[in-house]
């Protein structure tokens, strides 16, 4: 067993305690120095319960000194283990707890806790960063007040809150909101700021500012005015109101995620922030604006409400990513964001349900808690929610809602304490329905149908089952509201959207009065997280395609006709004529939005054919899979070639560029059909699109089309000089080389790529761009001779010393190489191994390796 295991101790749910201690405030001064900041903290403490003081603290903290009421202990009043510090001194009902403690902001390389970025200071301490800055219960239950005194040369000062003081060297800062230490943040640096001013429902007048590095000002403005918008929008839907009277974005190049809520002090990674029309693609401002919204979102369902421990983490997380998603959804379209949700919780959730990181939506149990913001918690936490929703109905869901803010407000909660809530304001006993927060894994829905012509009745029988999980057997029938609706044989809507309600391992449902045999929609708007299989023939979802008002099933249908053709490829079979045909009257269709016909076009990912043909009990050649889609693509091009240009040319933007939805929905169809007749054209429109596009939507697509096409070689230089000093646009390009170069080559690319100078690799962008780039390449990635598994370690290996959580994110590549043929599983096995044999693994990576590798 390798080292790092035998120190890797779980913590458990059922081991929570309360702590025994409340502070009534905490103040904080900070000495910034880059690298040897000193810290003082005071916490007025109060004794709730018995027990130990017992104060978290990172193995880096050099501590000075400790005192009780102004009385300095000594080090025989106090043990310090790997960390944590216990108090033993004799302590009254009510004293001041004073530390002083030393830190190296420009060692920390994990970027939690204080760091550098660019000569900026910052701060990253979700989940367990503070323990890093000062000795603390560092835990979300332990909530307090925050006052922050700031001493530094630097030109801006920042902290949670409202501003207190300012003169020159100094800064005080006031958050009355208590809060848990996750939510603490610091900024100073030189910064420049674009601001604006939002006036709350009730009349409050608010700063806002985006602070962003000199000279990046004119690309900060569609952040602050995405930031406006959700302002407004959850006034408007949630009734929720700011609450201070500043707030504030930093925008920080070096940030090991997208970006963090803290209390009036949001932290973003610039690259959800910097946006301009030669900068930022359609998908990165979509990006920007959902992030904003949900940072912001997080102001209610996070930091008023917060969770009691990290367990309940999908408490504020779900709740939080499915209210951006409702923001994106009013913002844009709705039904466009549906689809795309599903896109993203198929590949990135189920993928992680079907493997051996299957974990429940409230896990359990952890070793290291940054392992678990993972699809699971976030994207399935908030289709629970769009479940329990579904469920009561929007009425009802409002009323829980504003019974959840009203009672927890100030609270550290639980998922028992959201559920209540929902039980109290609707009489409902969801007991079955907390299933969906504590039991892993996908179920499968079975759908059939029995006619009976003579009654005009249509009986739905279903039937479900949960395929184990590691650790979880046996799974119970859950709760699962199935959207369905009814059309007749000429296309009309005869029974409008009903939802059933499934709560039994085998149930019917039936349908009267029918004249004669409807067509089935089935899990309309995607009702629930299961995988739903039926027997339908081509016909039957060419009808569905053709005639389904529920654009949700609509598109599904289009996609399982292109899986089922893609499948019958690969064994050898000619694309499909019907789906052929589906395809060419969708894109003909000038009724359809332009961006749910791109979605339709699409081809499903090499990585879901490749789950989709596990499913179907086969083993998955990646090889073929990559040529089966390249084939069908072109395939689809040449069958449509005219069609494909008319769209093409007919979706062309005059004028200046807008990011608006609408105008992204005719590029991406624009660019939806670029991509298919690069198939056959040799790169022809993409050379022309690439010399002439006025915006990086454009653009970056034309490159990466050009690469596909495999000549992109003066482009790829080109790109490079225009941007080189652009880092945000170099990520970009860093990532699209290894993505869209043809499999056989990817890796070597990468390789060639990683030894360039531009590879700052300690820059977690960069690093993603590059190493993600790879492993999005199915068939590269697991080329049969292991090379992208190889590759793949040595930058894990490279990467955990310095920045665990990077690496131990990036590892979850592995986690599907049980499906892949003896020779693969046997590649990726070796290179499990060697991560695992590495000594001084941290314990993020050796958690997620030791999990992935020990997949049955
Ligand atoms: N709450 C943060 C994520 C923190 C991740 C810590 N490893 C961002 C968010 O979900 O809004
Ligand atoms: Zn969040």
């Known amino acids: 067993m390798p080292a790092a295991q035998s120190q890797q101790t779980p913590h458990l749910l059922a081991d929570y305690r309360p702590y025994p201690f409340e502070i009534r405030q905490v103040r904080l001064d900070f000495a910034l120095d880059p690298k040897a900041t000193v810290v003082q903290a005071a916490l007025d403490m109060e004794r709730v319960l018995a027990g130990d003081l017992v104060l978290d603290i990172g193995a880096g903290v050099i501590l000075h000194r400790l005192a009780v009421d102004g009385v300095d202990l000594t080090p025989a009043d106090w043990t310090r283990a790997a960390e944590t510090l216990t108090i033993h001194a004799a302590l009254p009902a009510r004293f001041t707890l004073q530390s002083e403690v030393t830190i190296d902001p420009s060692a920390n390389t994990a970027f939690e806790g204080l760091y550098l970025s660019n000569g900026m200071f910052c701060t990253q301490c979700e989940a367990e960063g503070f323990r890093h800055i000062t000795p603390y219960p560092d835990r979300p239950d332990v909530m307090a007040p925050f006052e922050v005194t700031i001493h530094s040369d630097l030109p801006v000062l920042l902290s949670n809150g409202n501003p207190l003081r300012e003169e020159p060297g100094l800064a005080v800062w006031q958050d009355p909101w208590k809060k848990p230490a996750y939510l603490f ?130 408490l504020k997380e779900g709740l939080t990513v499915f209210r951006d998603q409702q923001f994106t959804a009013d913002m844009r379209s709705a039904p466009v964001k549906r689809i795309n949700d599903v896109l993203t919780l198929r590949a990135r959730q189920f993928r992680e349900d079907q493997g051996p990181l299957a974990h429940p939506v409230r896990p359990e149990s952890y070793i290291e808690i940054n392992n678990f913001y993972t699809a699971t918690v976030y994207e399935k936490g908030a289709e629970v929610i769009g479940m329990l929703k579904t469920l009561i109905g929007d009425d009802s869901y409002r009323r829980a809602l504003d019974l959840y803010f009203d009672r927890h407000d100030g609270d550290a909660a639980t998922i028992e304490d959201w559920l209540k809530v929902f039980e109290d304001a609707t009489g409902r006993d969801l007991t079955q329905f907390k299933r969906w927060y504590t039991d892993a894994g996908t179920p499968i829905l079975t759908m059939t149908e029995d006619w009976d012509a003579d009654a005009g009745r249509l009986t739905l029988r279903f039937t479900q089952s949960t395929p184990p999980t590691p650790g979880q057997q046996d799974k119970p029938a859950r709760v699962i509201p199935i959207a369905v609706g009814l059309l007749s044989p000429n296309g009309d809507e005869v029974v409008p959207t009903t939802v059933l309600e499934m709560t039994e391992a085998a149930q019917d449902f039936t349908f009267d009065g029918l004249a004669t045999r409807p067509m089935v929609s089935a899990l309309r708007g995607f009702s629930a997280p299961v995988v739903l299989k039926r027997d339908l023939s081509a016909s039957d979802r060419a009808f569905l395609l053709a005639h389904d008002t529920d654009p949700f099933a609509r598109w599904e249908a289009a996609r399982e006709l292109a899986r089922d053709t893609l499948l019958a490829m690969i064994r050898g079979a000619a694309p499909d004529a019907e789906y052929l ?29 490749a789950t989709a043909v596990s499913d179907a009990g086969g083993v998955p050649d990646p090889d073929a899979i990559h040529a089966a889609r390249e084939a069908l693509a072109s395939e689809i091009a040449r069958s449509h070639q005219s069609a494909l240009e008319a769209v093409y040319q007919d979706s062309v933007l005059t004028g200046s560029f807008s990011p608006d939805a609408d105008s992204a929905g005719k590029r991406s169809l624009r660019l939806a059909a670029l991509g298919l007749l690069n198939h056959i054209d040799g790169g022809e429109h993409a050379a022309a699109l690439y010399a002439s596009a006025n915006n990086m939507t454009e653009r970056a697509a034309a490159l990466a089309a050009l690469i596909a096409a495999g000549r992109g070689d003066t482009e790829v230089k080109a790109f490079y000089n225009e941007f080189k000093n652009v880092r945000l646009v170099i990520d970009m390009w860093f990532m699209l080389q290894p993505l869209n170069t043809e499999p056989a080559q990817a890796v070597a690319v990468a390789r060639g790529l990683a030894a360039h100078p531009d590879f700052d690799w300690k820059n977690p962008n960069r690093f993603r761009a590059l190493i993600g780039g790879l492993t999005a390449n199915h068939a590269a990635f697991h080329a049969a001779d292991g090379s992208g598994y190889d590759f793949l370690a040595d930058w894990l290996l490279k990467m955990d010393p310095l920045n665990p959580q990077i690496a131990a994110r990036m590892s979850s590549a592995f986690d599907s190489w049980r499906k892949y043929d003896p020779a693969r599983q046997e590649k990726a096995r070796a290179a499990l191994d060697r991560i695992l044999a590495t000594p001084k693994l941290s314990k993020n990576l050796s958690e997620m390796v030791t999990r992935i590798r020990n997949a049955a």
């Open 185 to 314: 943040a610091l900024v100073a640096g030189d910064l420049r700021a674009v601001s604006g001013e939002f006036t709350t429902m009730s009349g409050q007048s608010v700063d806002l500012n985006v602070w962003v590095r000199p000279g990046d000002e004119p690309r900060a403005g569609y952040a602050l005015d995405s930031l406006i918008r959700s302002m407004k929008w959850d006034e408007e839907a949630y009734g929720r109101e700011y609450d201070l009277d500043v707030f504030n974005i930093v925008a920080v190049d070096d940030f090991n995620m997208g970006a963090m809520e803290n209390k009036g002090l949001n932290i973003f990674n610039s690259k959800l922030v910097l946006a301009s029309p030669e900068t930022a693609t359609d998908g990165d401002y979509e990006r920007i604006e959902g992030v904003i919204g949900h940072e912001y979102f997080h102001n209610w369902t996070g930091n008023r409400i917060t969770c009691r421990d990290w367990f309940q983490l999908c």
């Open 581 to 609: 045909a589906a395809i060419g009257r969708l894109l003909a269709d000038p009724a359809l939005d332009p961006a749910y016909r791109a979605l339709c076009l699409k081809l499903p990912a090499e990585e879901e054919i």
